[in-house]
């Protein structure tokens, strides 16, 4: 009879399972890979934001926010240029 065995990595958290027969192979290569992985990772830059506080956090993408702020620079480009046109035109405001 086989007794399955189910394990958690200590840096990616992947369950990872073995039966009693199979031996810990598997176990060391999605260890090495998972160093590797990490190693990799760890060297990217991470995107810093500042908070109204002054304290520093991780920044993550947020489309809406994203979409949100598009709409708002949109308005103003639309308005800066109307204003500018209406500066060097012969229209007078009444």
């Given at each position: 009879?086989?007794?399955?065995?189910?394990a958690?990595c200590?840096h990616?958290?992947a369950q990872?399972?073995?039966?009693?027969s199979?031996g810990t192979?598997?176990?060391l290569?999605h260890?090495?890979?998972?160093?590797?992985k990490t190693?990799?990772?760890?060297?990217?830059?991470?995107?810093?934001?500042s908070?109204?506080?002054?304290?520093?956090?991780?920044w993550?993408?947020?489309?809406?926010?994203?979409?949100?702020?598009?709409?708002?620079?949109?308005?103003i480009?639309?308005?800066?240029?109307d204003?500018?046109f209406?500066m060097?035109?012969?229209?007078?405001?009444?």
């Amino acid at each position: 009879m086989q007794v399955r065995h189910d394990a958690v990595c200590n840096h990616c958290k992947a369950q990872l399972t073995a039966r009693s027969s199979g031996g810990t192979g598997h176990l060391l290569r999605h260890h090495t890979s998972c160093l590797v992985k990490t190693e990799r990772a760890n060297r990217n830059q991470t995107l810093l934001r500042s908070n109204t506080d002054g304290t520093v956090c991780s920044w993550y993408y947020d489309p809406n926010v994203t979409h949100l702020e598009l709409c708002r620079l949109i308005v103003i480009w639309i308005y800066l240029f109307d204003l500018v046109f209406l500066m060097h035109s012969n229209i007078t405001l009444r």
